[in-house]
């Protein structure tokens, strides 16, 4: 089924900025609020092996459990035309997760970067914030 990225682009529009992602999420929040910052969504297209993919760059200050799954879930079936781009904005305000779309799997997603102000998280005074090793290969 192909997706039509410009169509995923013109929906991921609608998530940029801060909201309350909780149609976005799964589980219980207990005392953590569901508002949360998403800084950017970019959707790449690449050919890897004569096989076209969609590459989906989300970034943020933090994201809910299985935020960015069902995020990616939303948009795909935003691009294979079970729902209009615009829809994703009213499925932000619904706050219900009823609404968005099936999670995508966690096959194939990438934690790339995590950038922190926090000194436990830093291996050392002054260290370059965590980044994945530069030698991984890269995902199919």
Do not use: N, Y
Not at 65 to 73: A, D, Q, S, Y
Not at 91 to 113: N, P, T, W, Y
């Amino acid at each position: 089924l192909a997706l039509d990225p410009k169509l995923m682009r013109q929906a991921a529009k609608h998530l940029v900025g801060t909201h309350d992602f909780r149609a976005f999420k799964v589980g219980p929040l207990g005392e953590r609020s569901p508002i949360r910052t998403v800084t950017g969504i970019e959707i790449h297209s690449l050919v890897r092996d004569g096989r076209d993919h969609l590459v989906i760059d989300i970034t943020g200050t933090g994201f809910l459990r299985k935020m960015v799954r069902i995020i990616v879930g939303t948009l795909a079936e935003v691009g294979a035309g079970l729902r209009d781009p615009k829809d994703v904005a009213g499925i932000l305000a619904s706050r219900d997760r009823q609404q968005s779309g099936q999670a995508a799997l966690a096959r194939g997603l990438v934690l790339r970067r995590i950038e922190t102000s926090s000194a436990w998280f830093d291996s050392a005074p002054g260290a370059p914030p965590w980044c994945e090793p530069l030698d991984l290969p890269d995902p199919p």
